[in-house]
């Protein structure tokens, strides 16, 4: 198995709603991330989980909220979102941090309304 | 400052090679990506190059590195209308191993 799978695809959500986006790999890796890309924009890097802790928070606001329950699995629990949080939300693996292997998951597209 | 720079458009003839270039930002970065990303869809790997390497080819595919000039460039021989797609340079800064940091993706249009 050489995939990350994300799911949901799509996401349509209210400013009121909780809602979780989940992330899975089987390639071993202990490097785990979650991007966030705005239409025509290069993705931006939101947390870095390595050996199934947070490494990297990079000053997002904590209506996002990370967590890594074993070494397959990343998720993003999402609470009280505004509508500029609509983006693709993207997932990616690697076998450590800082070298080869980053795999990308096809993302979840999230719509809050 | 982290910025890493692409020219935002390139439209070429099908059958034609394309180059795509990347200026980044660490001429001590280990490890340089090149993403492909179709519309609606995710980011797939295309190819990555090792800094001690000034040239990696893989099928159609060339990747050259010039790190004096922090230079990164994605040659596409006998392009295709399926290469039509954003295509995002990628480093892993010497400062910050953690971080892969996307550079601003070029849009490239192959017509026919």
């Known amino acids: 198995d050489t995939e990350v799978t994300q799911t949901p695809k799509h996401l349509v959500m209210g400013m009121t709603n909780k809602k979780s986006l989940k992330c899975e790999q089987h390639m071993g890796h202990r490097a785990m991330y979650w991007y966030k890309q705005k239409a025509k924009k290069p993705p931006e890097l939101m947390f870095v989980?390595?050996?199934?802790?947070?490494?990297i928070n990079e000053s997002v606001p904590s209506r996002f909220s990370p967590e890594c329950p074993n070494s397959s699995l990343l998720n993003l629990h999402l609470h009280a979102l505004q509508p500029e949080d609509s983006a693709l939300y993207l997932c990616a693996s690697s076998p450590s941090t800082g070298g080869d292997g980053y795999t990308f998951g096809s993302g979840t597209r999230l719509t809050v309304v | 400052g982290e910025d890493v720079e692409q020219s935002l458009f390139l439209s070429v003839r099908e059958g034609d090679s394309s180059v795509i270039n990347c200026t980044y930002t660490d001429s001590s970065s280990t490890y340089l990506y090149w993403y492909k990303q179709e519309p609606g869809a995710g980011l797939q790997l295309l190819t990555y190059?090792?800094?001690?390497?000034d040239m990696k080819q893989d099928q159609r595919l060339t990747v050259l590195l010039n790190k004096k000039d922090k230079h990164l460039s994605l040659r596409i021989a006998d392009t295709q209308t399926g290469d039509s797609a954003i295509y995002f340079c990628?480093?892993?800064?010497?400062?910050?191993?953690?971080?892969?940091?996307f550079g601003t993706g070029t849009r490239l249009q192959v017509f026919p």
């Open positions: 990628a480093e892993i800064p010497s400062y910050n191993t953690d971080k892969l940091i």
């Open positions: 190059i090792f800094s001690n390497m």
């Open positions: 989980y390595s050996y199934e802790k947070l490494s």
